[in-house]
């Protein structure tokens, strides 16, 4: 197997060295430089075929064969050229690979890295990102599919989902030629990557440095101080777009130098395929060249003339990259683009110094003292005389050194930011722009050449020798900072959580225990449920359906639609206080065929999941067992059974009499007069002794709207929940739940039953039930993006905001502000009377107070510390109320701390008696 794998990736490198050879980029690479640009441009050739393809609606098979003649019809052309110039008189110029030591020590870290990478193995325990690239791939796999729409669950949306790209493509091209699945690629692409992002940062660092040495040292800070030898995560979306980040850079160098519109091309095409593979890798480049020429810009503001040839190349070459922004608008447009409030919601690491406007905190800039970005910032003003005297690596590497700071301690422009981008985005900026190991470099550089070449008396030579103190100390340091690293990473005896012991030791295997046997014995297209951290690893781990997974890797618009409401879920499933309906309702509404209670999970012990399920032996089968998770199947046919089991009703409804005549039906009960919308109940039966209609005859449930209109129906057997051979002998109970759609319109729905009896039609009124819809405070529209939400600093966030759970299970809403209004879009409702219960948290000396509007109706609602601290439901009847589709919600009391509520709930006010006479029996 992985000699097939070995041989689709020269194939992929192979094409990207004829392209090269073809446009003669190789010429100003360095010459370890060739292997990751011809990486580069074999990727973006997929890339641009996916994009292509993807247009034109052809599947995943076409971007693999279109490819294949990509690179025949390339070896073709470069046979040709070959052949032509040997015909000439003039006999074609072949460079000499001159490797010299600086270069050897680079190839050396690069066997390092291989043997790193092999033996640490990719990373895929608990804490792993992976699961998510390896369940995107495989859907492409399946789905024929090349770009990916969904990810996790059966139903896909209508557009891309932007949080994936063409790297997924060429995973998934890889896996459907190798015939192997995506997990299997996933253990074996580490070794292959590992030495392309050295030799990729090392072809950058001698194109900007201009000195192979300055290169390697670069080169070495990185992956020994950096990032000590680290390659678990190099098969990711992340980490193979640095490494074409790094080509297009070399290339726009290269294009700086000579003005050469091909390495113009190369660099845009470059682009534009980083820009398909992650937003803010594209983002990260622009941004690294835009600095530098505002640098150059600043420069000519200072000498008084714009005639700069560096500024004008480098104008053009960032207009040139900016053509990838169409694949980012082409992506976000497609994906139907919405902020996640999840995403969105908080960003970490805020100070707030003014009302509204904050900076981030400087510990996220230097983590440490002793560290590679604190040793950066603290050598920079040496960069100061060479950026000022217009030196191109002075410049650039000064002016994203101060571009970080300018952004993160900058209120203006993260108040700007806030709400459009999560802060996953800044935090990136400030670890990955620039290099701080190019930054080392250069300075120790000048430092070693300063002292190499110091006078031979004098004050420069007293500081020359200054020089080559400072450059021996920071040495030591950064070996210091190494060594520590890589102890922290390699020994046996870290207690690093992110070792490499712990991830080898914690690495979930797809062959064994839970996850083998799901991959051996479930089906294929089985959906699953569990907890949120358990089925990202199922989902990555097995390819089956799940029902959700964490925020942080969810597909974009399910989080944004269902996100939230999915995970209260399938936590609610597992816990053991939920009601039997409930839990139904939420299998029922996702298909679930298996569940699986993983107790190791965060939260999951605590519910009590295997007690549950071991009460409910006919609707949960075990079929799987080992010391820290089972898997039940769900059998859903038997509710009624279990229904009538263990939720007898307790009070029966006579029949009335019937304009048909009489009906079998002898009494009935429903299990509630209220049901959540999405969710069900249950119509009890007891049929005359001895039934009067042949077994297997149907019956209806209708459901109708009485303001509404709204109606719906489902068929049962008349004996449901029985068997027939208890059903022959008379006095028969059965039920019938009926679950609600998601969508159901909030009304009071007359709930009636029909049937046939001797041909003739025979229809039971039941009475009503009450459809209500509860609505998530965090989920209403017009919060503030919040940029931390801890102590006295919530008193400086303006109107409402989210708040984390130290008031409630999950999120919150809070105000310190009054005439402040939240709302939320509804389904439409029909006019009539309605109650709307908020809870909310009463914190101990207050008086607060809201104004609600439903539609055009207002009402106020006030509470205040009765003696009760803590989570309470205040209710609010609103008559008369008109037809319509919103609610909001206004602060008018915050006295003295603020108003936090947790959820709404809307439901129709029930009044009258019910449409039948009772007997009760």
């Not at 025949?72 to 000439?88: D, N, P, Y």
């Amino acid at each position: 197997m992985m000699f097939v794998i070995l041989l689709l990736f020269a194939l992929l490198v192979l094409t990207g060295g004829l392209i090269a050879s073809l446009l003669r980029l190789g010429e100003d690479v360095s010459p370890l430089g060739h292997a990751p640009l011809a990486f580069s441009l074999g990727t973006a050739s997929v890339g641009l075929l996916a994009l292509l393809v993807h247009i034109l609606g052809g599947g995943l098979q076409c971007v693999g064969y279109a490819f294949v003649g990509l690179a025949t019809g390339l070896a073709a052309l470069c046979i040709a050229r070959k052949v032509q110039e040997r015909g000439t008189l003039r006999q074609p110029t072949h460079r000499t690979l001159e490797l010299r030591l600086p270069d050897l020590i680079v190839l050396a870290l690069a066997a390092v890295s291989v043997i790193s990478a092999a033996w640490s193995g990719p990373w895929l325990s608990h804490t792993a990102d992976g699961f998510l690239h390896i369940t995107a791939a495989r859907r492409l796999v399946v789905t024929d599919q090349v770009l990916n729409r969904g990810i996790y669950y059966p139903v896909e949306p209508e557009g891309l989902d932007p949080v994936t790209g063409t790297w997924h493509t060429v995973l998934a091209l890889l896996s459907t030629f190798s015939r192997r699945d995506v997990v299997d690629l996933w253990f074996h692409l580490p070794p292959l990557f590992a030495p392309l992002q050295v030799l990729a940062f090392y072809a950058f660092a001698v194109s900007i440095l201009k000195q192979r040495s300055s290169g390697a040292l670069a080169t070495a800070i990185s992956f020994l101080a950096e990032e000590p030898l680290d390659f678990r995560m190099s098969a990711q979306p992340n980490r193979v777009a640095f490494v074409l980040v790094w080509m297009a850079l070399t290339l726009g160098v290269a294009c700086l130098n000579r003005g050469e519109k091909v390495h113009l091309a190369a660099a845009a095409l470059l682009a534009v395929v980083i820009a398909s593979i992650h937003f803010f890798f594209f983002e990260l480049l622009v941004l690294l060249l835009a600095a530098y020429a505002g640098w150059r810009f600043l420069l000519c503001l200072a000498r008084r003339s714009f005639r700069d040839g560096e500024l004008a190349r480098l104008t053009l070459l960032i207009a040139a990259l900016l053509t990838g922004a169409l694949v980012v608008l082409y992506r976000l447009v497609s994906a139907q683009y919405v902020s996640s409030p999840s995403f969105l919601a908080t960003w970490r690491n805020a100070i707030y110094i003014a009302r509204e406007y904050f900076i981030l905190d400087p510990r996220l800039l230097l983590p440490g003292v002793l560290s590679v970005n604190a040793l950066a910032y603290a050598l920079s003003p040496f960069l100061a005389p060479d950026a000022v005297k217009g030196k191109r690596a002075a410049g650039y590497l000064a002016a994203n050194l101060a571009l970080v700071p300018l952004v993160i301690f900058n209120p203006l422009v993260l108040h700007f930011l806030m709400g459009k981008t999560p802060d996953i985005s800044i935090r990136r900026l400030v670890f990955y722009m620039p290099p701080s190991s190019l930054v080392l470099a250069y300075v120790l550089s000048s430092w070693m050449a300063a002292f190499r070449f110091r006078p031979a008396r004098g004050l420069r030579r007293r500081w020359a020798t200054a020089q080559g103190a400072l450059a021996v100390l920071t040495a030591v340091a950064l070996l210091f900072i190494a060594g520590r690293g890589l102890y922290d990473l390699y020994s046996p005896i870290s207690h690093y959580r992110y070792s490499m012991a712990v991830s080898r030791s914690s690495r979930l295997d797809p062959n064994e225990g839970l996850y083998g046997f799901i991959n051996r014995r479930l089906p294929p297209g089985a959906v699953i449920l569990s907890d949120p951290d358990t089925s990202y690893h199922i989902a990555g781990l097995t390819g089956r359906y799940v029902v959700t997974v964490k925020a942080s890797h969810q597909e974009w618009m399910y989080e944004v639609t269902n996100g939230p409401r999915s995970r209260r879920q399938v936590m609610a499933v597992l816990d053991r206080s939920v009601g039997l309906m409930s839990t139904a309702s939420i299998l029922h509404e996702y298909g679930v065929q298996y569940v699986v209670a993983d107790v190791t999970a965060y939260g999951v012990e605590d519910l009590g999941p295997w007690r549950k399920f071991a009460r409910l032996p006919h609707l949960f089968r075990l079929v799987y067992a080992d010391p820290e998770a089972r898997i039940y199947e769900v059998h859903l046919e038997s509710l009624a059974q279990v229904l009538l089991e263990q939720e007898p009703p307790r009070l029966w409804h006579g029949v009335p009499s019937s304009p048909a005549g009489k009906t079998p039906l002898a009494s009935f009960a429903l299990s509630g007069e209220v049901v959540e919308a999405g969710e069900g109940f249950v119509i009890y039966t007891r049929w005359m002794h001895p039934p009067p209609v042949a077994l297997g005859q149907d019956v209806t449930i209708h459901l109708v709207g009485l303001r509404s209109g709204n109606r719906f129906s489902a068929e049962y057997r008349w004996d449901n929940g029985r068997a027939p051979q208890r059903a022959a002998s008379g006095d028969v109970e059965a039920a019938y739940p009926l679950f609600t759609p998601a969508d159901t319109t909030i009304d009071l729905y007359a709930v009636s039953l029909s049937l046939e009896v001797d041909g003739v039609p025979h229809r039971v009124p039941l009475g009503t039930v009450q459809v209500q819809a509860t609505y998530q405070a965090e989920g209403f529209s017009g919060l503030t993006r919040t940029a931390g939400t801890r102590g006295c600093y919530r008193a400086m966030l303006p109107g409402w905001s989210t708040l984390p759970g130290r008031y409630v299970e999950g999120w919150a809403v809070g105000t310190s502000d009054t005439d402040v209004t939240i709302w939320h879009e509804l389904a439409p409702i029909p006019p009539g009377d309605y109650v709307v219960e908020l809870h909310v948290y009463v914190q101990r000396e207050t008086v607060n107070a809201v104004e609600v509007r439903l539609n055009d109706r207002s009402e106020i609602a006030s509470w205040s510390d009765s003696g009760t601290v803590g989570l309470q439901v205040v209710q609010l009847a609103m008559r008369d109320v008109p037809g319509g589709g919103e609610i909001a919600i206004t602060a008018r009391s915050c006295d003295p701390a603020e108003v936090i509520i947790d959820e709404v709930v809307i439901r129709p006010m029930s009044d009258q008696l019910p449409a039948f006479g009772t007997g009760d029996r």
